[in-house]
Nanobody, 120 residues
Framework: QVQLVESGGGLVQAGGSLRLSCAAS????????MGWFRQAPGKEREFVAA????????YYVDSVKGRFTISRDNAKNTVYLQMNSLKPEDTAVYYC?????????????WGQGTQVTVSS
């Protein structure tokens, strides 16, 4: 199957930046869209951003538009999430996900998550 490993999380002050990476391995030919989700303590997991296989289409939750940028490097089987102007409310565990069906919003593979903490 497909394995996803996130990295790049950490502690940052409000207004700072972080870049998350998610490396895929295994049967990577199965992957189409890729996305990032997050889950804050006591809250449900929420969608953050997604990107199509070609990288030409990207989607964001309203709360991160203009601050976060998703990108991918298919040669490296890696998707990135550049997070700028971070706010305390961005604090969460961030998960990478991969889909087998384009534009389905159904993700079959998930990473283990990386913690992002934004201090005020």
């Amino acid at each position: 199957q497909v394995q996803l490993v996130e990295s790049g999380g950490g502690l940052v002050q409000a207004g700072g930046s972080l870049r998350l990476s998610c490396a895929a391995s295994g049967r990577t030919f199965l992957i189409t869209d890729m996305g990032w989700f997050r889950q804050a303590p006591g809250k449900e997991r929420e969608f953050v951003a997604a990107i199509g296989w070609s990288g030409e289409s990207a989607y964001y939750v309203d709360s991160v538009k203009g601050r976060f940028t998703i990108s991918r490097d298919n040669a490296k089987n890696t998707v990135y999430l550049q997070m700028n102007s971070l706010k305390p409310e961005d604090t969460a565990v961030y998960y990478c996900a991969a889909s087998r069906t384009p534009r389905s919003r159904e993700y079959a593979y998930w990473g283990q998550g990386t913690q992002v903490t934004v201090s005020s």
